[in-house]
């Protein structure tokens, strides 16, 4: 088992930037695939960016070329930087992990992922 618990989140303007943090304790010798995602009130959860246990790493269309997901081993952190906020950023942003080191393996759907963090909430106007 893995707890996530997410951190950065905040109001800021249009066009601004956050960095979201997710710090991971227990087992975490297990390699995983980490990913991010966000939901909206009255949305359904979308994944935002997922990053294998080897650095590789997608983003979602939508948010391509503004964020960036990465990790440091040595801290056990998974960060999501975020550029160029819009409105329609805003959401509730959750981690997330599953036992696979692959994210391949995956189409990237919020019921794959077992572990989650409690939400941090981004707020962009």
């Known amino acids: 088992h893995v707890q996530l618990v997410e951190s950065g989140g905040g109001s800021v303007q249009v066009g601004g930037s956050l960095r979201l943090s997710c710090a991971a304790s227990?087992?975490?010798?297990?390699?995983?695939?980490l990913g991010w995602f966000r939901q909206a009130p009255g949305k359904e959860r979308e994944g935002v960016a997922r990053?294998?246990?080897?650095?590789?790493?997608t983003v979602a269309d939508s948010v391509k070329g503004r964020f960036t997901i990465s990790q440091d081993n040595t801290k056990n952190t998974l960060y999501l930087q975020m550029n160029s906020l819009k409105p329609e950023d805003t959401a509730m942003y959750y981690c997330?992990?599953?036992?696979?080191?692959?994210?391949?393996?995956?189409?990237?759907?919020?019921?794959?992922?077992?572990?989650w963090g409690q939400g941090t909430q981004v707020t962009v106007s």
């Open positions: 997330a992990a599953v036992a696979n080191p692959y994210c391949y393996a995956f189409s990237g759907t919020p019921l794959e992922f077992r572990y």
């Open positions: 227990g087992d975490t010798h297990q390699r995983y695939c």
């Open positions: 990053i294998d246990s080897d650095g590789t790493s």
